[in-house]
């Protein structure tokens, strides 16, 4: 399918393979990008999009292969090979200076100068909002990056690449943080070089996405390419054939049990911003046994800082938190895991792993007390059984668990976070975006796994700015907006557009953008 | 391609990770290097005597560098223990020939076991006045223990006024004779303070694998958010670790002025550098998360040995700095290459299994 010319074609791997240490992540995939075109990348996690990428930025070097542009054999050894030769690229995992201002993260590298004068600040913060603008950021180029949420971060990694002047860009899910009207203006933006004759790859797990705007599909499945044509030959079902093997499933199988007693309830919780005003507003709510709860938002609506005020990350959080109606007097993460709670944070990388440990060390580091004899001796044997039961449960890919994490696909990780919030065997578990980043296959398996849990009678509380998942998941579903708790409604009396409308409240006036 | 492509014409996979062995082994194989090269060069080297003495030196750097790998492993540093094992030699001093002077005209003294454990209290003390500084102060490793280090060099000189504490044999009448066993003490023909240091990185190479606060050390190293969000009580982790330092340092003052039977207020300067350098040649990452304490004791023998039979060959010590010091950084070049070449390796099986 999809034979085009071959003289559009731009860059091209051949034959190129990349092991990382515990798991080969590209077998000699062949991958065609065209000029003018959004060439799209689909696969599940850990199928090697972002591995296929890395090389193309220059960021990692295939282990065997030959990469070809404009017909002529090229090396990318480093990102500077990669840029020199108008490659530009967005990671999925930000890769931003958080103590640097967005104007010097733009212009990292190539800052303005006047001559020996040093660096011209006020004309890189001019052009910086140059480009934001026509992003419709609405942020200021020179705030702090580590000020603005992660949504923003994104929007500030996109208008670094598009300020490069690029021939080939590459965006690796930038719309995982990004809200429905972020998104569209991002579509512009690459309509916009589309027809300047940049060649845009694509990866996302949004698949009506894809379908959107793309040009040519390339599908990936276990490091290798399962299928390749144009976007308006195939419809989702043949993608998800491609990806899977097999036709999509319906990933929220309803598993009807009744609910217990209440097992959590939240009292006026609040959390004053530093910037002034509440990111948690006077939030009350409470979460059954076995129930599901799924808290809908948009970017900023103080969904993960509820979590975090749950689990005690911020020691001057005011409410009240009661499990099984008596009050939590513990204030610190430490003794309210100890009392059942349990949170899979939204940003795997910074919160969830420890890179430098190995994939056992990791499972069962929120739970080495389980394991102790004596008071203080760690039982091997003991802790050794726990880790298989949960990467057997959880159908964790480790070929070896001594292995570093790192050595793990996304979704792999995202998995190890999660079985080792699970294994401090808690009564709630809060799951901030448990879907972020995730593929279809992975999200089904996520999706079955809350649902088993809360078969089992766990009370699970997640966020999500996916309608269709907030939909199909919860028994209820609250809507947060500007950190207050809109509406909390049964699934049976809830419909899209009162959610919609709901987390819109009090988002009017979200640019920040004069200060 | 690239630049892998080369090695693995050059390096078939099995030399490839025999080299990667020989890279692994590098401390080790330092140590063995070292002593056969002053077996050789040096005269007596290998007498049973200078064996136990240069022990007995290195054991002095391993005790402190034990200490700081943990230290280290959490992503801190600690440059007040060469300041605290002068201050613990001088208070024992003072405690054994002085006592305490009660107010109402007494004078208490101790024997030397309650001297002993008096010390390490103390050097236990200091290390959790660092702990409180870097965890509830949020003052940055460095300048805390920077910090410290002046104020323990400054009280130990105030404690006799820069005088040397001399004659630490005790009277018989008071209680407190036999200080000297720490330092010249034998047990089963061995230095007691070998065996001290046996029982010290036992324990904590014990620790280190299978108590969760041990574990602890490492995640807080690696990533400590990650740990905090884990239910990790990260302060009370890095208390423990400048708390641990601290005991080792107050270890080696004993030690020290037991061995001298004198205690100056100077001893110990520069030894905090000793036991990084230890801990770094024994492959603990200053940037924390990773080192074992099986690697921290080679590295104090490898630098010990190599001070002691620099002085033997009888080079200047100028020239010993300048050798102690390119070891030190052809240990940690080392280190990278290995690093590197152990990714290359696996990778190249790995893709060629496909």
Redesign the interface.
Known sequence: MGQTENDDIILELRDV????????AL?KADLKLRRGAVNVLVGENGAGKSTMMRIIAGVE??????IWMDGQRI?L?SPTDAVRHGIGIVFQELNLFGNLTVAENIFATRELTRGLFGIDHKAQVTKANEFLDRLEAGIAADTLVEDLPIGQQQLVEIARAVSLDTRILILDEPTSALSAAEVDVLFRVIAELKAQGVAIVYISHRLEELMRIGDYITVLKDGQITGNAKVRDVDTAWIVRSMIGSDAKDFAKDVSHTLGDEVIRLEDISLARASGGLAVDHVSLSVRKGEILGIYGLMGAGRSELFECI?G?HSHSKGRIYIDSKELLAR???G???HGIA?I?EDRQ????????SIA?NLS??S??QF?RFG???D?ALEGEAIANAIRSLSIKARNPAFEVTSMSGGNQQKVVIG?ALM?GPKVLLMDEPSRGIDVGAKADVFRTMRKLAGEGLAILFSTSDLDEVMALSDRIAVMSSGRLVCVMDRADASEDIIVKASSEGHKTKRMHAR | MTTATPMATALPSSSGSLLLTVMKLRTFIALIAVIIFFSIFAPNFLSTANMILMSKHATQNAFLAIGMTFVIVTGGIDLSVGSIVGLCGMIAGGLILNGIDLPMGYTVYFNILEVAIMVTVVGIAIGALNGLLITRLNVAPFIATLGMLYVARGAALLFSDGQTLPNLAGKPELGNTGYAIFGSGTLLGIPVSIWMLVVVALGAAYFARFVPLGRHIFAVGGNERASRMSGIRVDRVKMFVYMFSGFCAALVGLVISSELMAAHPATGTNLELNAIAAAVLGGTSMSGGRGTIGGTIVGAFVIGILSDGLVMMGVSSFWQMVIKGLVIIIAVVVDQAQRKLQARVTLMQMAKQG
Do not use: M, N, W
């Open positions: 393979t990349k092991a990382y240490s515990g798991i080969v077998k070097r295939p282990t065997l292969g030959e090396q050894a689990i990350r610190d993460p430490t309210r895991i100890a949170l944070p910074r919160e969830g792993l420890v890179q430098c440990l060390e580091l929120a080495l007390g102790v203080f001796h760690i091997r080792k401090t």
